[in-house]
């Protein structure tokens, strides 16, 4: 009888998940991140984290608005974001899947920079399973190198972690070759030992290289150092003990180079070295890009340019 | 359910192979980013008695370090007798002649203007503490600085509200009191120690440690241009003789000592059969208690800024880990790995996380415990880390495997040295936690609330942090219990020991 209850139903899925992966002490993830704010990066160490952080931005445009002509002129940026020839290109462009194979005409087969796809019903995920996974596969085989998908949340404060998982996995054999993404979509989780908790539910099906990735970019709060700091940890925990090395995309609301070199900061103090580059972390952001181009012109030349030379407007690529 | 792939069945197909590793190494390293704000240091500083700076009687003068290079950074006076003697008198007549008669609200403005100086001042001062004392950077600018203008502040909103200190009795000041304070954290131990004095309408003679003069002159100088009448507070430096001078004197009504228990000890016995009011703020071997249900990476972030905190120079300092056995190789994995990134330089360098050690002696005492702990066979650990050349520095510490008899379990170390013990039940990790001459802080990490409230009670220590460290603000008082001494520092109780009860 007792067996029966502890077996039994959504409670104890979740006793059980939650109890492997152990809490978070919002105060205590807080404090931490808050030293990350304090470090003071200057000079060569700037110039070098910009430059990185350059390489790990997915370029994305998410609009209802969005045509082949804002897709193209985004993939110029894209391979080539500044007139500067010795800034680097950035990983990857992120469209709807109606846009991907605009991209992929843009940027022509087998681009250094990859195309990343929001297929699964993006941003809310609630269509029927079967729909989402014909999504995944037409971007694929429209030329999506990458598919950023979104978990069913619906089911997670359900507390059907198998469900969740399945269709994790049920996407990921959809993807074939292409890297996986899950957002977790933080906002919606809403506590820290919930992220941790998603993110090994994720893991736990993904494979070496496949991302976890904080939000849609569509709700209220998105990135933040907090839920990027218990994302990272739980990498790192999965990792120690597994060996599988999981990769990271925060996204949506990293708008300026000083919060990016601060992420990077988190991840070279949290996972260390072999993080600290575009296949095991990415940025989701569109406005991020100028900022970083300007912060590098203003250590190339010692002073901030005009703001009309760098647009804010993310519109504008 | 069967079916939830989790770390438990990913990890069991790892057997046999070589443990994965993160690589901290210098693949982004940064650039040195030193603080350039202007010190402001005179070449000497005299005695500050009645208002003014004063050469001392005694003619003779000390050399202030800096512990990061060992450069000399200024010559402090020597206070002999007849220094401590006119600094009390001075004290004596301000007190009969304008504080002790001045309305609270009179007295508020002037610790307000006190409080507000030390804002506009505080990049000057904050390189001063660091450079005098060792403590990076970036915690004198953020704790040590900030934190004694909230004691000002905090202190200064009470002068005009005595009457509610203790309610349905009357209050008045003790007249004059002496007080001694360590160099752990000079500016912040002035600002603990003069507030609440200043507030209850007391004049004060304190003396700062040896090695570390420098900040509490700086606030004298403050001090005179926020035209506090002259004799209210006075400042006498020197070493031991000076400090003995102090408490020994028969004009003040009360010393009050934060210290070693060592001197406190002696202080208590040389003031026995005397009518002197006593607090005594003494040494520490704190218990960070980790149970196996803690969120844990934030309990190792707790335990890294518990000991390594003010290079472990603090008398809170949570010395003692006591992890709990089904999680301690865990915490411990993570621990090392927490300790890899941390920075160990240039007190100067904003990225800096630990400092110099504060003196020569301090170091040669961390490093005999340190030898004492590997000869009892306590295992040693760490990180990789290339110290300044110059300068006293001790690399991060921790020591496994350490049982209550060790050395490094009982006595205080003072330094970036935890010891780590571990624990089967609640019951075993009180037992643990008060078998130590001393009680004045202790941290239970726990996500289960109940179990908060029962150690809390359980505990014999002035404060028990829950799931944090090393939290300090001016409402909360702040002392020991057992040899860590008596008495409170902050919040109501911190003010009733500076007055009487009529």
Known sequence: MVGDLMNAGPSASFRRLFDEVGPVDAVGIEERVAKYTTRSIKKSAKLWGLRMAVTMVDLTTLEGKDTPGKVASLCQKAVHPSDDSTVPPVAAVCVYPSMVRHARRALGPGAKVRIASVATAFPSGQTALMTRLAEVRAAVADGADEIDMVINRGAFLAGEFARVQDEIAAVLAACGPATLKVILEVSELETYDKIRAASFLAMGVLRPGDFIKTSTGKTTLNATLGNNQVMLEAIRDFYLDTGMAIAMKPAGGIRSAKQALQFLIAVKETLGDAWLNNKRYRFGASSLLNDLLRQIEKERTGAYQAPYYFSEAAESY | ?502
């Not at chain 2, 003494?282 to 208690?289: D, H, M």
């Not at chain 2, 359980?458 to 008082?477: C, H, I, M, Q």
């Open chain 2, 1 to 502: 359910m069967a079916s939830l792939k989790t770390i438990s069945k990913l990890s069991a197909r790892r057997q046999g192979r070589p443990a994965p590793e993160l690589i901290f190494g210098d693949l982004w390293t940064y650039d040195p980013a030193p603080e350039t704000a202007d010190p402001k240091l005179k070449a000497r500083y005299e005695l500050f008695i009645n208002g003014r700076f004063t050469a001392p009687k005694s003619g003779r003068y000390f050399n202030s370090i800096n512990p990061a290079n060992e450069r000399k950074l200024a010559e402090i006076a020597v206070a002999g007798p007849a220094d401590v003697e006119a600094a009390y008198r001075a004290a004596q007549k301000a007190f009969d002649t304008t504080w002790g008669k001045m309305p609270g609200a009179e007295r508020a403005k002037y610790l307000f203007r006190i409080a507000r100086l030390l804002q506009d001042r505080a990049r000057e001062f904050a390189v001063a503490e660091t450079m005098d004392g060792g403590k990076p950077i970036k915690e004198s600018r953020d704790f040590d600085v900030p934190m004694a203008a909230a004691h000002f502040f905090y202190h200064a909103g009470w002068a005009d509200k005595l009457d509610y200190v203790a309610p349905g009795r009357r209050i008045a000041p003790l007249g004059v009191v002496g007080q001694v304070i360590p160099w752990n954290f000079p500016l912040l131990m002035c600002a603990w120690k003069l507030a609440p004095a200043l507030a209850m309408g007391n004049c004060v003679v304190l003396k700062p440690a040896e090695t570390t003069s420098i900040t509490a002159l700086k606030l004298a100088e403050i001090i005179q241009d926020a035209d506090l009448p002259p004799g209210v507070v006075n400042i006498v430096t020197g070493a031991g003789e000076t400090g003995a001078a102090v408490m020994g004197h028969p004009i003040p009504a009360k010393v009050a000592f934060t210290g070693s228990t060592e001197v406190g000890k002696i202080i208590m016995r040389s003031l026995a059969g005397t009518d002197k009011k006593m607090t005594m703020e003494l040494g520490g071997k704190a218990a960070n208690i980790i149970f196996d249900d803690a969120p844990l990476d934030q309990a190792v972030e707790g335990i890294i800024n518990g000991i390594f905190f003010n290079q472990g120079h603090v008398c809170c300092a949570g010395s003692r880990l006591l992890v709990h056995e089904p999680v301690a190789d865990r915490v411990i994995a993570k621990l090392k790995q927490r300790m890899k990134v941390l920075r160990v330089g240039d007190p100067l360098d904003k990225n800096t996380d630990i400092g110099a050690i504060n003196s020569k002696e301090q170091l040669a005492r961390i490093t005999a415990l340190v030898k004492s702990g590997v000869k009892e066979g306590a295992g040693l650990f760490q990180p990789a880390c290339t110290l300044p050349a110059k300068g006293w520095y001790f690399p991060p510490t921790i020591f496994t495997g350490v049982s209550m008899s060790h050395r490094i379990a009982r006595e205080e170390i003072f330094g970036p040295v935890l010891s780590i013990l571990t624990f089967r039940t609640p019951e075993e990790a009180v037992e643990k936690a008060n078998n130590t001459a001393y009680g004045l802080s202790a941290g239970v990490w726990t996500d289960k609330g109940s179990r908060i409230l029962k150690m809390s009670t359980e505990l014999k220590a002035g404060v028990v942090w829950a799931n944090t460290y090393n939290k300090f603000d001016p409402t909360s008082p702040f002392g020991g219990y057992k040899e860590s001494g008596f008495g409170r520092e902050g919040g109501r109780q911190g003010l009733l020991d500076y007055c009487r009860l009529l």
